[in-house]
């Protein structure tokens, strides 16, 4: 074992909120739940390839009740590991239509939580990586059950964003506002330990994340900016970008978080007075536009920053490009000028 402090991830989220003498300790808390989550999900997530031969999945399990999909796996268990904490006055879930209130039983907090559960989930059976995206507001009626109106909001008022990726090893990154910091399951113990404090984005990369099957759709700025990032120019040594895309938000976004690079998800411009995007804005976008920022990234729509936009509606959805600040930024300048 090398000299290096091991920190569990709880006794980090402690650490910042001893920096902040006005916190309560609520967030703590919530973040505390939010990881006993992220471990029975992996734990769920690393026995996927076993449920044929286990009977997992559409059959009945001991209890006799029929055996969730993982997606739907995983939301029930965050929402029972948050539920009942008296952190939280309202939920919204990827998977859930409307809006997740507590329960009459449970005391009401001053927080409110939106996730998406299991993204990337159409992966799974090929024992690709997925995670889990969680994005944390303040809420902003005064008391009881929370509502739409709390849900509502815009990236910047986020008070704490993280993601879990099921992946080689289960990683856990989450901001509170004080930098991006990673940690990794330590399976044997059942802890998450800091392996990647501050994590910093390269402010270039050498790599783009794109679904180029969707070239057709384009607006002309993005294509001329991918066709662009192919480009050989000796005189200048710029070199053709890499294409990495595996397909999977969390995991094409963690790489490009590590290494440095962009990943795009522009809108589909097939009827160019409706263009329509994919990705969802509270449960994807926000929350990982904070963690890029505090990590030195960017995220926009071409014209707009990600944390700028305030959400209309639940299940908004919305252009997507995020990464290294330098590559973002050469972005917007194709999209403007299109
Ligand atoms: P999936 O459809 O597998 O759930 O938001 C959903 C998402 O995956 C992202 O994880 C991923 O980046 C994107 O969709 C992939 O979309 P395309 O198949 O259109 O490339």
């Keep these: 074992m090398?000299?290096?402090?091991?920190?569990?991830?709880?006794?980090?989220?402690?650490?910042?909120?001893?920096?902040?003498?006005?916190?309560?300790?609520?967030?703590?808390?919530?973040?505390?739940?939010?990881?006993?989550?992220?471990?029975?999900?992996?734990?769920?997530?690393?026995?996927?390839?076993?449920?044929?031969?286990?009977?997992?999945?559409?059959?009945?399990?001991?209890?006799?009740?029929?055996?969730?999909?993982?997606?739907?796996?995983?939301?029930?268990?965050?929402?029972?590991?948050?539920?009942?904490?008296?952190?939280?006055?309202?939920?919204?879930?990827?998977?859930?239509?409307?809006?997740?209130?507590?329960?009459?039983?449970?005391?009401?907090?001053?927080?409110?939580l939106m996730f998406d559960p299991l993204d990337g989930s159409s992966n799974i059976d090929a024992n690709v990586s997925v995670g889990t995206i969680f994005s944390v507001y303040r809420r902003k009626t005064t008391a009881g059950n929370g509502t739409l109106e709390d849900c509502l909001?815009?990236?910047?008022?986020?008070?704490?964003?993280?993601?879990?990726?099921?992946?080689?090893?289960?990683?856990?990154?989450?901001t509170a506002g004080h930098g991006s910091h990673g940690f990794t399951l330590d399976p044997g113990i059942g802890e998450f330990l800091l392996s990647h404090k501050n994590i910093q984005i390269p402010s270039r990369g050498k790599v783009y994340s794109i679904n180029e099957g969707n070239a057709n759709t384009w607006d002309e700025g993005t294509r001329k900016y991918i066709n662009d990032l192919k480009k050989v120019t000796p005189e200048t040594g710029q070199k053709p970008y890499s294409l990495r895309y595996i397909g999977s938000l969390v995991a094409d976004f963690h790489r490009n978080l590590l290494y440095g690079g962009i990943f795009l998800y522009p809108a589909d411009y097939i009827d160019p007075k409706k263009p329509k995007s994919k990705l969802r804005l509270l449960y994807e976008a926000a929350p990982l536009a904070f963690i890029v920022e505090q990590a030195g990234g960017k995220a926009s729509t071409g014209d707009t920053a990600i944390m700028e936009i305030k959400a209309e509606q639940l299940h908004q959805k919305t252009p997507l490009i995020i990464g290294s600040k330098e590559d973002v930024e050469k972005y917007e300048g194709y999209f403007k000028n299109k």
């Excluded at 739940?33 to 026995?47: C, F, M, P, Q």
């Excluded at 969730?68 to 859930?96: F, P, Q, R, T």
């Excluded at 986020?158 to 990683?171: K, L, N």
């Design 153 to 174: 909001r815009k990236g910047v008022e986020q008070v704490a964003a993280g993601y879990i990726v099921y992946g080689s090893s289960t990683m856990l990154v989450y």
């Design 2 to 112: 090398s000299g290096s402090k091991i920190i569990t991830v709880q006794r980090h989220i402690i650490e910042q909120e001893r920096d902040h003498p006005e916190a309560t300790g609520e967030l703590t808390g919530l973040l505390w739940d939010l990881t006993i989550a992220a471990k029975i999900i992996s734990r769920e997530v690393n026995r996927a390839g076993l449920a044929d031969i286990l009977g997992l999945t559409g059959q009945e399990n001991i209890h006799g009740e029929e055996v969730k999909k993982l997606d739907e796996y995983a939301n029930d268990a965050i929402i029972k590991s948050m539920d009942h904490g008296g952190h939280l006055c309202v939920m919204a879930s990827e998977e859930n239509e409307d809006i997740i209130p507590i329960s009459d039983q449970y005391p009401k907090g001053k927080y409110v």
